[in-house]
C-alpha cells in the first residue's frame, strides 16, 4: 500500500535521521578520516555517552543535552588518554594496521560487556518536557525527539567545519592528514595535533550519546548497529570531508527510512551494511573522495 | 616438531578422544569439551588468513552461521546424515570465504575488516527474515534417537569435533610449512614487493579465504545438533568473531600452534568462568586479556616463550 502522505513522512523521518546519524559519524570522519585511526570502539563511546546521560536523567533529572555538553570534556580527557596508549603502544611502532585495529576492537568489547554488567540489558530512556511532542505540517509529523538531535548535528557538523577550515589547529589538523612529516618541518608536532583531534572525535560521542538515548531507548549491544552505520557514512562521505559526511549521513538516513516503510524494520541495520559493501566495492573514494 | 611426531600426536588426540567419549562420565564435560574444541577449529581458520596473510576478518560469526544453517536446511530438508552435513556446510561457508576473497582484490586492510563486519550482519538480517528456518525465532531440530558410536549423541559429536580439529590444524600446519604459507607471509609483510617479486598475490589470498572459510563452516555445521536449537542471534554471536580473533592473538599468530594454545587456555578458562563466576564477567575477562597482550605482548604466548628461551641461550 502505497501513498504519498507515507513518503512524504518517510522522507521527512529520513532527512531528520540523517542529521543525527551526522554527529555519530563526525567522530569517526575525524579519528577514521583525517587521522588514519580506524577507532572501531567509536559507536561503543556514543553508548557510553547515552548511558551518562541515563544515569543524569533519572537521578538528577537532567536535560540530556545539557549533560551531553557537560561530559564532552570528560570524553575530551578519554580520548587524550587513549590516543596515548594507542600512539605509544601501536603507531610509534608501526604496527598500528592489524594490531591497533584488534586494539580497538578488544576496547569495544571491554566497554560493551561492562555496560551489560552495570545496566543489564533493560532497554533505558530519559525523560524531558519535549520529548514526545511534536509539529504538524500538513501531513507531515515532526516529532520533537528527532527534530532535536537533527539540529544539533547540523549546528555541530557546522561548528566542526569552521574549526577545521577556519582556526589555526583545525588547520593543523588537516595538515597532519596530508602530510605528517612536512608538518614536523614546520616545526609542530603532529602527534600533539593528533592527539587534540582524536580526543574532538572522542568528546563528540558524549553529545551523540545523549541525542540517541533522546531519539530512542538504548541497549549496550546497539553500538554494533552503528558500526556499520559510521563507516557507511564516512566512506560514503569520502573520509574525512565535514560536509561530505553531512551529505552522506542524509543519504543513509532517508534510505534506511523508506527501507523501514516499506519493506519493514528489521531490514533497515543491513541497509547501512549493504550501502558500505557498495561503496567500497564500487568507489571506495566516496562521493567527496579527492 | 616433525611431521612424523605431528602425525604421531594427532592420532593419539584421536585414540584418546574415541576412549574418554566411552567413559561415560558426566555429559556436561563433553558438552563444555565440544565448545573448546569449536574454538580450536575456528581460531585455527581465523589464524590462516589473520595470522598468516595479516587480513583481520571479523565476519567469523558469518562462516560458522552459514556452517549452521546449511545443516539446518539439509536436516529439514531430506534428513540428511551428520556428514553430508559436514561437507555441504563447509561448501557453503568456502564459497563464502573465495567471494570475500575476491574483496581483497579492491579492498587492502581496515576497509576489508569492515567490510567482513558489515556481511556478517547483513547475512544476520536474511536469517532473521528468512521463515524456513525459524525467522528471528530460531528452529529446533531433533537429533538422531541412537548416536553412531560413544555413550549417546554429545559423545559422538565431541568426537567428531576433536576430529576436525585435528583436521583443522593439520591443515593449518601444512599451509605454513609449504610454499602457499611463504607467499601469505609474503603478502603479511609487504604486498606490493610479493607482488613485484612475482608471488601469485590474488591466488594465494583466494586459498587463504576460501580454506579458512571451509573450516570455519565445518566448525558450525554439527552446532544444529549440538544445541539442538538454532537462532540467529546465538549463532552470529560477536563473541565467535572477538574469540576467534583473540585465541590467535593470546597464543601466537605466526604458528600454527599458536592459536591451539590460546583457544585450549582461554577456552578453558572460559568455560570454567562460566559455571563459577558469570557469563557478562568471563567475557569481560576475554576483552582485558586481549587488550593486555596486543599491548604488553603483541607476538602472544608462543613468542614470549621463544623471547624467554633465547635470552636464557645467550646467557648460557
Not at chain 1, 556499520?228 to 570531508?241: E, I, K, N, W, Y
Amino acid at each position: 500500500m502505497f501513498s504519498l502522505d507515507l513518503l512524504l513522512n518517510a522522507l521527512v523521518a529520513g532527512i531528520l535521521l540523517g542529521g543525527f546519524y551526522a554527529v555519530v559519524s563526525l567522530g569517526i570522519s575525524i579519528a577514521f578520516g583525517l587521522l588514519d585511526i580506524v577507532n572501531i570502539a567509536h559507536p561503543v563511546f556514543v553508548m557510553l555517552g547515552s548511558y551518562v546521560a541515563y544515569i543524569l536523567n533519572a537521578q538528577l533529572g537532567f536535560d540530556p543535552v545539557l549533560t551531553g555538553v557537560l561530559f564532552a570534556p570528560v570524553f575530551y580527557g578519554l580520548g587524550l588518554l587513549l590516543y596515548q596508549i594507542y600512539y605509544a603502544s601501536f603507531e610509534r611502532r608501526g604496527a598500528e594496521s592489524l594490531r591497533g585495529l584488534v586494539f580497538f576492537f578488544g576496547i569495544l568489547f571491554v566497554v560493551e560487556v561492562s555496560l551489560l554488567l552495570a545496566f543489564g540489558v533493560d532497554y533505558r530512556l530519559v525523560e524531558a518536557s519535549y520529548i514526545g511532542e511534536s509539529l504538524r505540517i500538513g501531513p507531515v509529523g515532526i516529532a520533537f525527539r528527532l527534530l532535536v538531535p537533527c539540529l544539533i548535528g547540523m549546528a555541530l557538523t557546522g561548528a566542526l567545519y569552521l574549526f577545521l577550515s577556519r582556526t589555526f589547529l583545525g588547520r593543523a589538523v588537516q595538515a597532519v592528514s596530508q602530510d605528517a612529516f612536512a608538518l614536523r618541518l614546520m616545526g609542530a608536532n603532529p602527534v600533539r595535533i593528533k592527539r587534540l583531534a582524536f580526543g574532538i572525535a572522542i568528546a563528540t560521542a558524549s553529545l551523540a550519546g545523549a541525542l540517541l538515548i533522546m531519539i530512542g531507548p538504548v541497549e549496550p549491544a546497539m553500538n554494533r548497529e552503528y558500526i556499520g552505520r559510521v563507516f557507511a557514512v564516512a566512506v560514503l562521505g569520502g573520509m574525512g570531508s565535514v560536509g561530505g559526511t553531512l551529505v552522506a549521513a542524509l543519504i543513509l538516513g532517508i534510505v534506511e527510512s523508506l527501507t523501514a516503510t516499506f519493506s519493514g524494520p528489521s531490514w533497515s541495520v543491513a541497509v547501512s551494511f549493504a550501502v558500505l559493501l557498495l561503496v567500497l566495492a564500487v568507489r571506495p573514494a566516496g562521493l567527496f573522495g579527492r | 616438531m616433525t611431521n612424523r611426531t605431528f602425525a604421531v600426536v594427532a592420532v593419539t588426540v584421536l585414540v584418546a578422544g574415541v576412549i574418554t567419549a566411552r567413559l561415560g562420565v558426566n555429559q556436561y564435560y563433553y558438552f563444555a569439551a565440544y565448545v573448546v574444541l569449536q574454538y580450536v577449529v575456528l581460531a585455527t581458520a581465523w589464524n590462516i588468513l589473520g595470522g598468516y596473510t595479516g587480513y583481520v576478518n571479523f565476519g567469523t560469526p558469518a562462516f560458522f552461521a552459514l556452517g549452521a544453517y546449511t545443516a539446518v536446511v539439509l536436516i529439514k530438508s531430506i534428513k540428511a546424515p551428520l556428514a553430508a552435513q559436514l561437507v555441504a556446510g563447509a561448501a557453503v561457508a568456502g564459497v563464502l570465504g573465495f567471494a570475500i576473497g575476491y574483496l581483497t582484490l579492491r579492498l587492502r586492510g581496515v576497509f576489508f575488516s569492515i567490510a567482513t563486519l558489515a556481511l556478517a550482519v547483513v547475512l544476520q538480517t536474511m536469517f532473521i527474515n528468512w521463515d524456513y528456518t525459524g525467522g528471528a525465532r530460531g528452529v529446533t531440530l531433533a537429533r538422531p534417537p541412537v548416536a553412531p558410536f560413544g555413550a549417546s549423541y554429545v559423545e559422538f559429536l565431541f568426537v567428531v569435533m576433536l576430529g576436525l580439529a585435528v583436521v583443522a590444524v593439520a591443515t593449518a600446519r601444512w599451509i605454513e610449512g609449504s610454499w602457499i604459507g611463504r607467499g601469505l607471509a609474503a603478502i603479511r609483510d609487504n604486498e606490493e614487493a610479493a607482488e613485484c617479486m612475482g608471488v601469485p598475490t590474488l591466488r594465494l589470498k583466494l586459498v587463504a579465504t576460501t580454506v579458512s572459510g571451509v573450516l570455519m563452516g565445518l566448525a558450525g555445521a554439527p552446532f544444529p545438533y549440538y544445541l539442538t536449537f538454532v537462532e540467529p542471534t546465538s549463532v552470529f554471536d560477536l563473541n565467535y568473531a572477538v574469540n576467534s580473533l583473540a585465541m590467535p592473538m593470546i597464543g601466537g599468530s605466526t604458528t600454527w600452534i599458536g592459536p591451539v594454545i590460546g583457544a585450549v587456555l582461554l577456552g578453558t578458562a572460559q568455560q570454567i568462568a562460566m559455571v563459577t563466576i558469570s557469563s557478562a564477567l568471563n567475557l569481560l575477562l576475554v576483552g582485558l586479556i586481549l587488550v593486555a597482550f596486543v599491548i604488553l605482548a603483541p607476538e602472544g604466548i608462543v613468542g614470549l616463550v621463544q623471547r624467554l628461551t633465547r635470552a636464557s641461550r645467550s646467557r648460557a
